[in-house]
């Protein structure tokens, strides 16, 4: 059985910094990709940013210049560097992952509980 843990979100002040962090744990034989969503209240789920085994990075348009996506494959783990912080950030950041479980042919998406954020102006 595979899951995903998040930490570190919380309330903060607008132009602040927070640092999210997930690890996957469970019988993982590959990992294609690990990231962050967020969902906003009565807005649809968006992307934040993620990385591909390859190294590639994806971030969502909105927080561009400010966050910043990395991983420490040795350890499952991602890590989300939110600096800036606006009050549009505000929601539930929720750690994803492609995973491909041990003796399982394909991956497939996992996600974390989630973990709120809330910036105040």
């Known amino acids: 059985q595979v899951s995903l843990v998040e930490s570190g979100g919380g309330f903060v002040q607008a132009g602040e910094s927070l640092r999210l962090s997930c690890t996957a744990s469970g019988s993982i034989a590959r990992i294609n990709f690990m990231g962050w969503y967020r969902q906003a209240p009565g807005k649809q789920r968006e992307l934040v940013g993620n990385?591909?085994?390859?190294?590639?990075?994806n971030y969502g348009d909105p927080v561009k210049g400010r966050f910043t996506v990395s991983r420490d494959n040795a350890k499952n783990s991602v890590f989300l560097e939110m600096n800036s912080l606006k009050p549009e950030d505000t929601g539930v950041y929720y750690c994803?992952?492609?995973?491909?479980?041990?003796?399982w042919g394909t991956g497939d998406d996992y996600w974390g509980q989630g973990t709120q954020v809330t910036v105040s102006s």
């Open positions: 994803a992952a492609e995973i491909t479980p041990t003796g």
């Open positions: 990385v591909f085994s390859d190294g590639t990075i």
